[in-house]
């Protein structure tokens, strides 16, 4: 273990490469960051590994949002930085054949492999499937070398003045630019300026709080939930726009954190803060298309106080019948701390009659912090219906039916 790629590579042995799906990935390049051997690095275009730096230490599994960083492919010569930088779309599986030399060292390697992933995985991440009704995505349409330019239309406060965070709906018209983008999806900001290294700033990303076809109706623009983080470079600068500010734009990214186009699909959603971007769109979508839906759509938010809940006062207005919403807060001065897992317990008879339904979906965005407390929830909710959880999880995770995007 812990030998690079090259090793395997010069004996002219099948090894298995660890790749990026560039369909699946949203450029946020945590993965990157997390490798403690620079073994991934990026161009304009995509995220890759490199086959002669990789030594299966798995750094970079855990805090991949989407799962595009867990794919692999078993080769007898590895795919070169170029040709995964050309990519759109992984290659399919090459033919080894089962007489080539060395497959009894891929099959050992794929058992350390499995029980390496399997650590990694643990808790509620892990590789994801779009839902299957969910409609086929456009990514990476933008990149760092081409981005699109949008115009701000603006920019709203969305807590209050005396809450403890700053978080904005920014409004981004892109003019004559084709941009399709679905709920669930995500953009890149390119911030001006340098790192501490010279480097440009890479973009940071911002998921989309608007449906596929506007702020309004048949609009070409969409909106984002941003937070000002006190020393967040992007997050500033995305906070200070001004209407008629010009910014550039990548993206738009993600492939498997959509919503299922199915009026019988119910869909649980479970946010803290500015993790409700998604689900605004979700609903906007549904009381646009689909305002008489069988599917229950419920919200389960969470913030510190009421006045640091983006959306509050529009949540309120919407019907019951299009989306029940269960509201918490940790920090309320009129009531006890409460936390999304907190309400998923209290309303666990809701829960695991959704649960047992093969049309439920669900999705979790926020902080990665909230992954540990909402998988406990989930799992102790299962066990009362007499389901093992993690079971269930993977079930509905290969049936596009469990999303998790936490940062």
Not at 39 to 53: E, Q
Not at 155 to 165: F, I, M, P, W
Not at 329 to 353: I, N
């Amino acid at each position: 273990m812990n030998k690079p790629l090259a090793d395997a590579a010069s004996l002219q042995k099948p090894f298995k490469q660890h790749v990026i799906d560039p369909e699946t990935c949203i450029r946020c390049y945590t993965c990157e960051e997390a490798c403690p051997i620079d073994a991934i690095t990026h161009d304009d275009n995509n995220v890759v590994v490199d086959p002669t730096g990789c030594d299966y230490c798995m750094s970079c599994i855990a805090p991949c949002p989407t799962g595009a960083i867990d794919n692999w492919r078993v080769v007898m010569e590895p795919y070169s930085l170029d040709d995964q930088f050309g990519w759109d779309e992984l290659p399919e599986q090459e033919d080894i054949g089962p007489g080539d030399t060395g497959s009894s060292a891929v099959e050992a390697l794929d058992e350390e492999m499995e029980r390496l992933l399997n650590e990694a995985h643990a808790g509620a991440g892990g590789k994801s499937k779009p839902p299957a009704s969910a409609s086929k995505p456009s990514v990476n349409l933008f990149t760092l070398g081409k981005p699109a330019t949008a115009t701000v239309q603006g920019n709203y406060r969305l807590t209050s003045e005396t809450a403890d965070s700053d978080v904005r709906h920014i409004i981004l018209d892109l003019g004559d630019t084709s941009f399709p983008v679905l709920e669930g999806q995500s953009i890149g900001i390119l911030p001006p300026g340098e790192d501490a290294a010279g480097k440009p700033f890479l973009p940071r990303l911002y998921s989309i709080s608007s449906p596929r076809d506007g702020e309004r109706p048949q609009t070409n623009n969409l909106s984002l939930t941003v937070k000002r983080e006190p020393m967040g470079v992007c997050s500033n600068y995305v906070c200070d726009l001004k209407k008629g500010d010009r910014i550039q734009v990548t993206g738009p990214f993600g492939a498997t954190f959509l919503m299922p186009n199915d009026p019988q699909a119910n869909v649980i959603m479970i946010c803290t803060g500015t993790g409700s971007a998604p689900f605004r769109a979700f609903t906007m979508r549904r009381q646009r298309t689909m305002p008489d839906a069988d599917g229950r759509m419920i919200l389960f938010f969470g913030a510190r106080t009421p006045d640091a809940l983006p959306y509050f006062g529009p949540l309120k207005k919407v019907p019951d019948r299009v989306l029940e919403k269960e509201l918490c807060f940790s920090r309320a001065t009129d009531s006890d701390k409460e936390y999304v897992q907190d309400r998923m317990r209290r309303e666990r008879a809701r829960v695991l009659t959704l649960l047992k339904s093969e049309r439920t979906h669900i999705f979790v965005c926020g902080l990665k912090g909230m992954e540990e407390g909402v998988d406990g929830a989930l799992a102790e909710i299962a066990r009362e219906g007499a389901f093992d959880w993690p079971t269930l999880r993977t079930q509905m995770r290969e049936e596009g039916r469990y999303h998790v995007e936490t940062y």
